[in-house]
């Protein structure tokens, strides 16, 4: 069953970032509604993870402005979590002490409160047994699975999913994809998600958003059922239309293009260490 949604309703305009004399996003323009899962997908090196921090507010922009709920926002925000690559536990903390950390920043609750919100998320994904479990004795998948619990403990309204299930191997990586789809559901905050696979934007999302030099340069609403049908001849061409997309020449990535998919057709045509804990993650690292 499908919550109703409590997300934020996030706003980006006119969004430029430039680091010394690379112009990394020049005015991004996009508008993500309340509850909505957007994929971002785009070849490395085009901005999208830069963009994730400039929302995030660990990054201030160079010119544009973010808006949550309608409101500029150029600063950290309680509701809103990040997802790391990297799981980013503190070795020397228990799995539970970990989820914990998601918390920081939140009103002052008693420990017993705090064990419980951290008992809750942890049998949302499935790991209420390996509660007292150091995080070297997990496998990947169960990494991660305590990182996506560290950043819904908060009960965020916007998550920021950046390219999270990227290392996993390729079974574990669906059951990833599974498990988020379901919380996203379930709890219906906004999913911001970067991407390098196609599949998985496709798998996932609503929409489905390409950044070339530092533009949207395709914005793809995708309107299959939920949940997604893999061998689904819609799910194949939108893939394979994404691919062909990315790849184009960068004298033809300029051009902005709109499709809509149901499920009977297809039609060919998107910083400071405790920083990142209350963000969702466990040490500070970045990239652009």
């Known amino acids: 069953m499908t919550a109703a949604p409590h997300g934020i309703h996030l706003r980006l305009k006119g969004l430029r970032k430039v680091f ?7 005015g991004i323009e996009l508008e993500v509604s309340p509850g909505e899962f957007v994929a971002i997908v785009g070849q490395s090196g085009c901005g999208k993870s830069t963009l994730l921090r400039l929302i995030s507010g660990l990054v201030p922009p160079t010119s544009g402005s ?14 809103v979590r990040m997802m ?22 939140q009103r002052a609750d008693s420990l017993g409160i705090l064990r419980h919100k951290a008992r809750q998320v942890l049998a949302a994904v499935g790991l209420s047994d390996r509660a007292k479990d150091w995080p070297a004795v997990l496998s990947g998948g169960q990494r991660q699975r305590v990182s996506l619990a560290r950043a819904l403990v908060s009960k965020p309204r916007l998550l920021l999913l ?17 498990l988020l789809e379901h919380l996203w559901q379930a709890q219906g905050f906004t999913a911001f998600l970067i991407t390098h696979d196609a599949e998985e934007a496709v798998a996932l999302a609503d929409r489905v958003v390409l950044i ?8 793809i609403p995708v309107k299959l059922p939920r949940p997604r049908q893999r061998g689904n001849a819609a799910f194949v061409k939108t893939v394979e239309t994404l691919i062909h997309r990315i790849l184009e020449k960068d004298n033809q990535s300029e051009v902005k293009s709109s499709v809509s998919l149901d499920d009977s057709a ?5 910083v400071v260490e405790d920083t990142e ?12």
């Not at 070339?212 to 914005?219: E, H, K, S």
């Not at 297809?266 to 998107?270: D, E, I, N, R």
């Open 162 to 178: 950046d390219e999270p299930l990227g290392a996993l191997d390729a079974l574990t990586r669906v059951e990833m994809q599974q």
């Open 277 to 288: 804990i209350m963000l969702g993650g466990a040490s500070s690292s970045g990239h652009h």
């Open 20 to 26: 010394q004399t690379q112009k990394v996003l020049q």
């Open 66 to 79: 973010i808006e949550l709920d309608g409101e500029r926002s150029d600063q950290l925000n309680s509701d």
């Open 266 to 270: 297809a039609y060919a045509v998107p």
């Open 84 to 105: 790391f690559q990297e799981p980013r536990l503190l070795p020397w903390q228990s799995v539970l002490d970990n989820i914990e950390l998601g918390l920081v920043g």
């Open 212 to 219: 070339q030099n530092g533009r949207v340069a395709l914005d």
